[in-house]
């Protein structure tokens, strides 16, 4: 059974920097490409950044220069290093196996003073 479980969401003030963790079970993370999503309250799900399986990284304008998504495939765990946040990062982020049904629960970003 696949399971993603994220974390490392929390409270944070503009400008500070955050990261976030998917540990999968179930599924070896190096065998296909991953990527992180969030959902804003009221908006839909967007993509944030994704890693193919050749480990080349794709970012939404929003965040490039800010964010770099990466993977441990020894620990099975993808990552989401978000740095200069600002307050219209706040969201519920996800994580997701592309190319199939499988999500995180989410975790909460939160981006105030």
């Known amino acids: 059974q696949v399971q993603l479980v994220e974390s490392g969401g929390g409270l944070v003030q503009p400008g500070g920097s955050l990261r976030l963790s998917c540990a999968a079970s179930?599924?070896?993370?190096?065998?296909?490409?991953w990527a992180w999503y969030r959902q804003a309250p009221g908006k839909e799900r967007e993509l944030v950044a994704q890693?193919?399986?050749?480990?080349?990284?794709n970012y939404a304008d929003s965040v490039k220069d800010r964010f770099t998504i990466s993977r441990d495939n020894a620990k099975n765990t993808l990552y989401l290093q978000m740095a200069n946040l600002k307050p219209e990062d706040t969201a519920t982020y996800y994580c997701?196996?592309?190319?199939?049904?499988?999500w995180g629960q989410g975790t909460q970003v939160t981006v105030s003073s």
């Open positions: 179930g599924f070896i993370l190096s065998t296909a490409p």
């Open positions: 890693i193919s399986r050749s480990g080349s990284r």
């Open positions: 997701k196996i592309m190319g199939s049904a499988y």
